[in-house]
């Protein structure tokens, strides 16, 4: 698509623009995603492996397709992965068997996978071709602003639509679900009204670019696992992801299902989880902001450590608890410890990283910590069905609690780069 070039302002405002309208419609399906499954008769064993779908696509996918969008062009690509988002949303909405639901997930994450990168690389490129001294981390700053934004007024927005319950002809879940189906549609208008290109490669060329990209993934991941295996700070590192990722399953996708049987229904519980998950992304920002000033104090691995040891150990006490005060109390401190923890391991990360591995490192810690959620998945729904959702998640809790004991490493490096190098004596 040819087309006047933007200015670096103008670029700024289209990123944060679409930043919301891509968000806002994950907000309002925060936690219904989860309670629909269910309401339309799905078993805690089954729900596990529909939403494991999502992350093993995006697995086998988010490496192969990574250079998709410097080969064809950001806006083609997104606007690609818009509407296979919308056709994902549609899928999920009407769906009534096991099957369908899973297929809809299939596309959720390929549409995941396609979503990555681009519009931030878009924003990027665009800012510094107008002006090259543009200080682009400060509109991406403002991007994450908005994301968080965007899903805690969407998430708000949710539970006064489930409460309200409009439109009698669907449930309270499908009120919701299908408001952000319109907002979907609107960030694929979005998408293709705003995003400006000056050249694009939808052509037979850019398709065999995309093609030599997608062959490079087998050689990024055995790079990655070379790395591994030479850096046991690092390969203890990415190890904190399969017990942090465990861990997440319980307050992520668990804690709408305890709050359903503690309220006495999906409805309610996604009336609620609206406002419950707009106050946990506030908190969540405000544990990343502590996170810092932790740091300062006792140091960056002290505060990974105590953040992963505090998280899991209040997932545990959400699994004690049996009233829904309770329980949301003891997710929201968890929630604020998420958001400590995640600065802090991100810096011990790019801490073993260098300038040529560094996308490397981080794709390494997002596979294992992507797939090891979907396995997990896989354990944790049947142990949820044949137990209780309360032991499902007791289990997750107690487990991610020893991912803690994988930042001795770094915390022994970091001591030693500390200590004053003795002066020989004269």
Do not use: K
């Not at 290109?197 to 939808?202: D, G, I, L, N």
């Not at 002290?302 to 953040?307: C, K, N, Q």
């Amino acid at each position: 698509m040819s087309a006047a070039p933007l200015t670096a302002g103008r670029a700024r405002r289209v990123l944060l623009l679409l930043t919301f309208t891509r968000w806002f419609p994950v907000g309002l399906v925060i936690g219904v995603t989860t309670l629909l499954a269910l309401e339309r008769g799905m078993s805690l064993a089954q729900l596990g492996v529909i939403l494991s779908m999502q992350g093993f696509v995006v697995l086998a996918l988010e490496l192969p397709t990574g250079g998709f969008a410097d080969a064809l062009g950001r806006r083609p690509l997104l606007v690609v992965s818009s509407v296979v988002a919308l056709g994902s949303a549609l899928l999920y909405v009407v769906a009534q068997t096991f099957v369908a639901f899973c297929i809809a997930l299939l596309l959720q994450g390929v549409f995941r996978a396609l979503d990555s990168g681009p519009l931030e690389s878009w924003y990027v490129d665009t800012a510094q071709a107008d002006d090259p001294d543009v200080e682009v981390e400060q509109g991406l700053a403002r991007a994450g602003t908005v994301l968080g934004a965007a899903i805690a007024a969407g998430a708000v927005l949710s539970g006064g639509i489930i409460a309200w319950h409009p439109v009698r002809s669907l449930t309270a879940l499908e009120n919701a679900y299908w408001l952000s189906i319109v907002f979907i549609v609107l960030n694929v208008v979005a998408t293709a009204a705003l995003l400006r290109e000056p050249v694009t490669h939808v052509d037979s060329g850019g398709l065999r670019r995309a093609l030599d990209s997608a062959r490079e993934a087998p050689r990024v991941v055995a790079r990655g696992l070379r790395l591994l295996g030479t850096n046991r700070v690092l390969l203890a590192l990415v190890a904190v992801e399969v017990f942090w990722s465990i861990g997440m399953i319980a307050f992520e996708t668990l804690m709408p299902v305890r709050l359903s049987e503690l309220v006495g229904g999906e409805a309610r519980a996604g009336a609620l989880m609206g406002p419950v998950s707009a106050a946990a992304w506030g908190l969540f920002a405000a544990g990343s902001a502590a996170a810092g000033l932790a740091a300062r104090r006792v140091g960056v691995t002290w505060t990974a450590i105590a953040s992963r040891v505090l998280q899991g150990a209040f997932v545990v006490v959400m699994a004690l608890m049996t009233g829904p005060v309770g329980l949301v109390t003891a997710f929201f401190v968890v929630y604020t410890l998420h958001g400590t923890a995640g600065p802090v391991h991100s810096t011990l990360l790019h801490r073993q990283a260098e300038a040529h591995n560094r996308t490397t490192v981080l794709s390494m810690n997002s596979m294992v910590g992507g797939g090891c959620y979907s396995l997990g998945l896989l354990v944790l729904g049947p142990l949820a069905e044949a137990a209780s959702t309360a032991t499902a998640i007791l289990v997750a809790g107690a487990f991610s609690i020893l991912g803690a004991a994988f930042y001795l490493p770094a915390l022994r490096q970091e001591r030693a780069h500390a200590e004053p190098v003795p002066v020989p004596a004269p």
